[in-house]
Every structure is written in structure tokens, then in C-alpha cells.
């Protein structure tokens, strides 16, 4: 048996595997808790310990709901969001959008890579830059150079690299009920601090990179399939595509905020019980385990964090170059070839790039992450407003407007992001 005869065995295996056959929502989800959102639960249970983990339990039908009705959108409709928004909206507001999504997904790269940089030197020991650039290589080299088809398989199968930040939690002691009591009745000063972080959670977990990523991967998904988008399919068919973006969807999120939550305790009772309550980057995080839970705590976590990154930046750049394309009228999709779509690959470049050179500038990629985070709970207010408005439309949506309730959850988040943002002015 030849090399390449056994190669392609390995690969039917990976490629016929249950796990390979889960739609967008699992991958969305994963890349919710990229290496700065890591870093943005690790400072939350860090300087508020045990008082934040109430946020997730919130954040979940709240994160659902919204990726389910943009994974509706481009399902229903075939088109991507930004697409929508185009079509239905005044353009300025689709400008303005994509510009702030562009700003906060660059500098999301940028403190994603450095991240990433740090978490290889922490396991090889070979130079943080040189391990910046070998990611940053190839994350942009898969999404450049092959269809996104042939590794998002790989992708599906890093995704359980989340479970590290559950194993985390059996080397340490966790007082569970009251972590329990603090669920219910957390306890904190509701100041310009404590809104800025609740701001950065909300806006590190429903944030609006994840919308136009949702939706578009439904349009490609579709594509794949050679299937009409479902105002032009029969009944059958839109109730079993609905339904399996309703399992889909969920799933997804349910694994992203059960290891959100994870993340929050395991900082909680390790570094804010040790006084460690100012965390910049998630590598900080992991190195202030190893004294506090052991090695294997500062192992899976890192490791951990290297994984959810190789998903969470091309997710990044993928989302800003479906929306820029969809704006400007370009053709767009990661399934084309770079030749052909020199205007949507170009965006992925420069953005990966960009996120690269930071490294080397003065900015500090872990200062800007934190803000970042709290910048797209600011951004993600109106675009919510957008989403809600676009998904009861029958001249967007057809017969096929989203639920009552998925509508009310979709204007509740609204209503408590933009509440917590009003929040950040309140005094210290």
C-alpha cells in the first residue's frame, strides 16, 4: 500500500466521522471563545472571582437566538448578511458596520496571533515571534491556498480542544455551591468597572464578527449542497433545514458558553483567590496556573488556547471578507479559488497581516484586546436592532419570518447590551 493510498484512507476516516458532518454552528461557536475571549473570561474571574458566572447562564439563549436568526437569514434567503443589510437598509448603515467590524477583527487577529505566539513558546520553548509567524502562516496559507471544504474537517476536530478548560477544573478545588449561590446572587459594585467588564463578556460572546460568519456559512453550506435557498424550496424541505439549524445552532452555542463559564471558574478560584486580579493576555492566564493548579492545569490550557485560535482567526477574517465583498458587490466565498476572488482574498490577507504587524509595533495587541472586546458589545447594539428588523420582514424573509420568541430573545439582547454600555458612564 502506497503512501498516498494510505493518506487517502486516513482522510475518509476523518472526512466520514459524525463529528465531520455538523454544520456552521459548532465551528461559529468554537470561535466565539478564541483566544481573546479566553483572555476577556480569565480577567472576569480573575478580578471579580465567582461574581461573573452568572453572565453565561444569561449569555446562552441570548447568543442562540441571534446566531439562529442570521443562520435563517442566509439560509432562507441565500444571501449573506451584509447582503441583506445592502438591500434593505440605507447604505451608510452598512458602511459604518463593516468599517467598525474590519477595526475590531483586525485587532481581534492581532491579540489572537500574539496569544497564540506566547501559548507555542510556553510548549516549545522556540521564540514567541517566530511561533506569531508560523501561525499566522498557516491559518492564512488554509484559507488562501485550499477550499474551505478540505480543512474545515481539521477545524471540527479542534474543536474539542475546549474540553481542556473543563479539565482544568478537576485539579483544583471548586467550592460548588457557592459558585452555585453566586449564579443567583452575584455580588459586586455596578461601577464604570464592573459595566465595562459585563460590556466586554457580552461583547466577547455575542459579537457581531460571529452574525456575518453565521449567515454566510449557511449560503456556502447551501451551495455545497447544491440546494435553493428556502423561499424557493417546498415545505418539506424548510422544515427540515430549519430544524436542523435550530439543534445546530444551539449545540454549538451550548458547548461555546459551557466552556466560557469553565474558563471563568477555573480563574476564579485559583488566580483571584491568590490575589492575581490584573490579567492581559490568556498566556498570562495559563502561566499563573502552573503555581496555582499544577502542570497539567497549565498544559491543557494551553494547548487549549492554541487550538480554539486556529479556529477563531479564520473565522475573524472570514467574516470581515464576506461582509467587505457583500458591500462592495464582490464575489465572495472561501469554497472559489484566490485568482478568482482577488477582492474577498485580499481582505482575509491584509486583515491576518495586519493582525501580524502589530506585533511589532507599539501597540500592545493584549491592551487593545480587552477594548476591543468591549467595543464590539458597543457595535453589536444596532446591528442587533438590524438583525431583528431584517428577520420579520416578508420582503427579506417571505413565508419564512423568524419565531415570535426568537424575535422577543433577539430585542432583549438589545435592550441588555445597550443598557450595559449606558453602563460604562456610570462613575467609578
Not at 166 to 190: K, N
Request: with cysteine.
Amino acid at each position: 500500500m502506497t503512501l498516498r493510498t494510505r493518506l487517502h484512507r486516513v482522510w475518509r476516516v476523518i472526512a466520514d466521522h459524525p463529528l465531520a458532518r455538523i454544520g456552521p454552528g459548532l465551528i461559529t461557536g468554537v470561535a466565539d471563545d478564541d483566544p481573546s475571549g479566553i483572555a476577556t473570561y480569565s480577567q472576569a474571574g480573575a478580578q471579580f472571582g465567582l461574581n461573573m458566572l452568572w453572565t453565561m447562564p444569561l449569555c446562552f439563549p441570548l447568543m442562540a437566538a441571534v446566531q439562529e436568526m442570521c443562520a435563517q437569514v442566509g439560509r432562507v434567503t441565500g444571501k449573506g448578511l451584509a447582503a441583506n443589510i445592502k438591500a434593505a437598509f440605507p447604505a451608510p448603515v452598512l458602511r459604518v458596520v463593516v468599517v467598525l467590524l474590519l477595526i475590531a477583527n483586525t485587532l481581534n487577529i492581532a491579540a489572537d496571533v500574539a496569544a497564540m505566539g506566547e501559548a507555542g513558546e510556553l510548549v516549545t520553548g522556540i521564540d514567541r515571534h517566530v511561533m506569531t509567524l508560523l501561525f499566522v502562516l498557516v491559518t492564512l496559507g488554509l484559507q488562501v491556498g485550499l477550499a474551505y471544504h478540505r480543512y474545515v474537517v481539521y477545524l471540527k476536530w479542534l474543536t474539542l480542544s475546549l474540553l481542556a478548560y473543563a479539565a482544568v477544573l478537576f485539579t483544583v478545588h471548586v467550592p460548588w455551591g457557592e459558585a452555585a449561590a453566586r449564579m443567583v446572587w452575584p455580588r459586586f459594585v455596578l461601577n464604570a468597572s464592573s459595566a465595562a467588564m459585563i460590556v466586554g463578556v457580552f461583547g466577547t460572546t455575542i459579537s457581531p464578527y460571529l452574525f456575518f460568519w453565521q449567515a454566510s456559512e449557511e449560503v456556502e453550506d447551501m451551495q455545497r449542497r447544491r440546494g435553493r435557498p428556502l423561499t424557493m424550496s417546498d415545505p418539506a424541505t424548510v422544515r427540515a433545514e430549519l430544524g436542523r439549524i435550530r439543534w445546530d445552532t444551539w449545540t454549538g452555542m451550548l458547548f461555546s458558553d459551557a466552556a466560557a463559564w469553565c474558563v471563568i471558574l477555573a480563574t476564579a478560584v485559583t488566580l483571584h483567590v491568590a490575589g492575581i486580579t490584573d490579567i492581559t493576555s490568556a498566556a498570562q492566564a495559563a502561566t499563573a496556573l502552573r503555581p496555582l493548579a499544577g502542570p497539567f492545569a497549565f498544559a491543557v490550557f494551553t494547548i487549549g488556547l492554541i487550538g480554539v485560535g486556529l479556529i477563531g482567526v479564520p473565522v475573524l477574517a472570514g467574516s470581515g471578507a464576506y461582509a467587505a465583498a457583500e458591500a462592495m458587490g464582490w464575489r465572495e466565498g472561501l469554497e472559489r479559488r484566490f485568482g478568482t476572488e482577488p477582492g474577498f482574498y485580499g481582505v482575509i490577507s491584509v486583515s491576518v497581516l495586519l493582525g501580524l504587524a502589530i506585533q511589532y509595533s507599539p501597540i500592545s495587541p493584549m491592551k487593545a484586546l480587552f477594548w476591543s472586546a468591549v467595543i464590539n458589545g458597543v457595535v453589536a447594539v444596532p446591528l442587533l436592532a438590524v438583525i431583528c428588523l431584517l428577520v420579520t420582514r416578508r420582503s427579506v424573509m417571505g413565508a419564512h419570518t423568524a419565531a415570535r420568541w426568537l424575535v422577543v430573545l433577539g430585542w432583549v439582547t438589545t435592550a441588555l447590551m445597550g443598557l450595559a454600555a449606558l453602563g460604562m458612564l456610570l462613575p467609578s
